[in-house]
């Protein structure tokens, strides 16, 4: 299935900043990207199609933080391990030497305390000699992919869990071979390396040594900013190790490629923080350094949040820049919110299922997703297996899951709860508390609710605070969820039972927030707990009053919700009888939301005859409307959505 359909504008953002022209003379550094989407966006997807893309072109790794469990206490720092490891794989034309890390991680591997100033100078010289064997490095680096190896995907065959000997071989030998390359009797030579941490590319003035004992000292502290500035160190040493690398290749058209899947967990933001960091304490010596490193990340969002106080916050880039606009934005770090797909997207994605049914196919699904990827590309899999669950999209979403003990909804709905956890695990009180907020229209109603929610989600948890769960609001507009979370959360509060508040209490208590003035709010609430009755004579006494822009805005306002609960099927599946203006207004309430959303709306003749019957009503009420020609224009539009689907 092919998941990138839709998004190559963003595949080509991260081509545009892995590429290298004649023009890029002075190697400025490109802004690190942040993707960020919500749970089953596609995030991770795009990072493997980059790999793809480029692995094979230029030095390439996806690390994926989460194959190890961060520990505080472990001086290693295994994304660095995992980044150089990976991008030690052979690639034509380039030789990339991490010198400078492996000095580093051999010293942060030994043990200073407890030795005098003079023993800890003597202990250092020691270890570097002893690590200037080819035979000695080659067993060092085997211990480093044994830690953090699982890390860098491009460095697994595919499919298998655990790293393939020839594999290991081929990346102790390449790391040592090129640190030892055309050195006497193989051995490397560490001292020019070394001097490295003496000025770091920051005019200092430390003795090396000095600087290398006080980094493995303090690279197992535990204080928060004491690590921060080992990793500056270690990054440091990266981006110096890259530097001298690339200067060797001629005629060079890409910079080194640096995926980082899963930005929020601890190891990962930690490292992007620290390149962030260098690069802003190198730019401040007003010494331009070329910089080949691009680093694209992935993120629910919480990266960001996560890293605010320690590095400036990052450019929004709403409209993807081109090459131009990436060089003159001067920003150390981006951010960009992966889209849904578009109908024509999910239509196209439908091919795979059926050539020649696409387009319904696609507009079918399409309607229950609303482009979300992963819902997407899981719900055509099942179509493409029978193609009898097209016709019933209800039955299939209370079909059993691919997950023990779960229906497809509760699957789907549970791909959003991951997208609030880091380590992708759904918290109990964190996927009930999703269904409960699925009853309000926007991120300020939902807040309202946090007194039905259960102990521990506050204001400040992260179904909140995800910046990705909630839509970006448009202008003068609202945050909302995915339509898809919503509808899906509608549902499983509709069949709550017993596992928090009810359909009536939640709507109830957001009902009862409605300032006294807000009567889109209060008809709005009164629909979706005691149905149209409850308004139909209300819209009927104003159709005369209010101008018709006003009364067709206050209508959309008060449908807008879909009721999973289909209260009105009378209406919808039944005849078309409505002769006088209650009626019609009842035939609307109940029309309007149930072609625009309703699932069980399939086949193309029954969205003709609902399109005709709400063409119908908006006719007759023109003509007791202030202006007839805003209703005549809608009836219009139904009328010729009434023929496509004949």
């Not at 690390?63 to 391990?81: M, S, Y």
């Not at 200037?132 to 869990?161: C, E, Y």
């Not at 009898?388 to 899951?401: A, C, I, S």
Request: proline share 6%.
């Amino acid at each position: 299935m092919r998941v990138f359909v839709g998004r190559t504008e963003l595949l080509s953002l991260i081509d545009r900043l892995v590429e290298v022209h004649a023009t890029d003379v002075d190697g400025a550094s490109k802004p690190v990207l942040v993707v960020e989407g919500c749970g089953g966006s596609g995030r991770t997807a795009m990072l493997n199609k980059a790999l793809d893309t480029w692995q094979g072109h230029t030095p390439s790794v996806l690390v994926r933080p989460l194959e190890r469990p961060f520990e505080v206490d472990n001086p290693v720092r295994t994304v660095l391990a995992a980044v150089m490891l990976g991008l030690s794989v052979d690639i034509p034309g380039y030789a990339v030497a991490f010198p400078r890390v492996v000095i580093a991680q051999i010293v942060i591997a030994e043990d200073f305390d407890g030795l005098g100033p003079d023993e800890q100078l003597t202990r250092l010289r020691s270890l570097l000699n002893q690590y200037q064997s080819r035979a000695a490095l080659i067993g060092f680096v085997r211990n480093l992919i044994t830690i953090a190896g699982s890390l860098a995907a491009n460095i697994k065959l595919p499919g298998v869990d655990v790293i393939a000997p020839s594999m290991t071989t081929s990346i102790s030998d390449a790391v040592a071979g090129r640190l030892t390359r055309g050195r006497l009797l193989g051995k490397a030579t560490w001292g020019p390396k070394a001097a490295w941490f003496g000025h770091q590319d920051l005019g200092l003035r430390l003795d090396p040594e000095r600087a290398l004992i006080g980094l493995s000292s303090n690279a197992k502290s535990t204080d928060p900013a004491i690590r921060r500035g080992v990793d500056d160190v270690l990054v440091g040493a990266l981006l110096a190790d890259l530097r001298h690398s690339v200067a060797k290749v001629k005629h060079r058209t890409s910079n080194v490629l640096v995926l980082i899947d899963d930005g929020d967990a601890p190891a990962a933001a930690s490292f992007i923080g620290s390149l962030l960091r260098v690069r802003q304490s190198i730019a401040a010596t007003g010494v331009r350094l070329p910089d080949p490193l691009t680093l694209i990340t992935a993120s629910s969002g919480a990266l960001v949040d996560e890293l605010a106080g320690q590095v400036p916050a990052p450019t929004v880039w709403s409209e993807l820049p081109d090459a131009a606009g990436i060089a003159t934005a001067g920003q150390f770090c981006a951010r960009v919110r992966i889209s849904e797909l578009i109908e024509t997207d999910v239509r196209l994605m439908a091919k795979d299922v059926d050539p020649y049914r696409a387009e319904s196919i696609g507009s079918a699904v399409y309607r229950l997703t609303r482009g979300h990827p992963a819902a997407t590309d899981y719900l055509l899999r099942r179509i493409k297996q029978d193609r009898e669950l097209l016709v019933d999209l209800d039955g299939l979403l209370r079909d059993p899951g691919p997950e023990s003990d779960t229906t497809v909804e509760q699957y789907l709905l549970r791909i959003f709860g991951r997208g609030l956890s880091v380590h992708h695990r759904v918290r109990r009180e964190l996927a009930n508390a999703l269904v409960t907020v699925s009853a309000a229209r926007n991120r300020g109603e939902a807040l309202g609710l946090v007194a039905l929610l259960p102990a521990g989600v506050e204001h400040d948890s992260p179904l909140f605070k995800s910046r990705s769960l909630w839509s970006p609001p448009a202008a003068g507009g609202e945050q909302k969820l995915p339509e898809l979370a919503r509808l899906l959360g509608l549902r499983a509060l509709a069949a709550r039972d017993g596992q928090g508040p009810d359909w009536d209490r939640v709507f109830r208590h957001l009902a009862d927030g409605v300032a006294a003035e807000d009567r889109a709010s209060r008809l709005h609430y009164a629909r979706l707990l005691d149905g149209r009755d409850a308004i139909v004579d209300e819209l009927a006494d104003l159709l005369p009053e209010l101008p018709s822009p006003h009364w067709l805005a206050l209508f959309d306002d008060i449908v807008a919700t879909p009721d999973p609960r289909r209260r009105d099927s009378d209406l919808i599946d039944g005849p078309d009888r409505a002769h006088t203006r209650h009626e019609h207004i009842a035939v609307l309430v109940a029309l309007v939301p149930a072609f625009e959303s309703d699932i069980q709306v399939t086949a193309p003749e029954q969205k003709s005859a609902l399109c005709s019957r709400i063409a119908h009503s908006y006719e007759r009420l023109a003509e007791g409307a202030a202006d007839k020609s805003p209703f005549l224009l809608r009836a219009n539009r139904y009328r010729k959505l009434a023929d496509q689907f004949q």
